[in-house]
Every structure is written in structure tokens, then in C-alpha cells.
């Protein structure tokens, strides 16, 4: 990932969300955002056609779940990136993240700048940063990263 832009598709019905970050991913120099759905089915055609470096997946789409994207994107392709959002913080969609598979779990509200750090380790080849997947209090995860 390093000598080629990073890859994003954002999956999220909560358009004033989705086009503020995509504003501010596109100010990240190497970070390409190509392509933006807001509900289950437009979802996994953009990330099945698109197949992305980096899926940003809401949880809590219009009559549908952000989990089922987030499944079937692990089964079908383990090495995408998986950064879950969501508006409620509660560490029971941060461990259901865990459980299939996410590489981070974000609260809308109060983690744009650590998704956006995790977005430029990424891009940066670096890693992911030390908070991912290894956190020991879920209740610090759901607010932050996994």
C-alpha cells in the first residue's frame, strides 16, 4: 500500500457523515476515496466491484446491518481493512466487531481523528496503530478503536 494511493469505499446512510469524512479523507495526500454507498445492497456491490484497500462500514444501516457487510467482506477478502462506525457507543458492537473479523471500531461522535490517524498508518505502511484488537477495556474500545 505504500507506493499506490489507499483504496476507500465508505458505507454509511447518514449522508452529512459520509460527506464530511469523505471531505476530510480526500485531504489526505496517497488516500483515494472511490466509492460511497448508504445502505446494505448498494454496499456490498460497492465493495465486491470496488474491492477496496479500506472499507469504512457503518453498523447501523437503513433496515440492515453494517455486520452483514462486514461478514461477508472478511469471507470473501480476510485482507480488507474493516474500520466499523457507529453512533452509539456501546461495547457490545464493539465486540460484535471483533467477532467478525473488524480491524477497528469507531464511535461517530468522538473518533474522526483516531479513524483518521488509523487511515494514515495505513496509507504510511506503518501498522496498525497499538489500540487495534488488542484493547482490554471494551467500554475505552467502543469509544475509540479496537
Known sequence: MNNKALRIVIVDDHLAF????????QTLP????VGRASDLDSGR??????????AIVDIR???????????EMKRKWPEMIALMVTAYADSQY???SRQLGADFFFEKSSGIKALLDAIKHLRDGTGLPIMAARGEDLQHEARTIL
Open 45 to 54: 456491490t460497492c465493495v465486491a466491484a470496488l474491492q477496496p484497500d479500506v
Open 30 to 33: 496517497g488516500v483515494d476515496v
Open 61 to 71: 444501516l437503513r433496515n440492515a446491518s453494517g455486520f452483514e457487510i462486514l461478514a
Open 18 to 25: 459520509s460527506e464530511r469524512l469523505m471531505k476530510l479523507l
Open 94 to 96: 464493539a465486540r460484535r
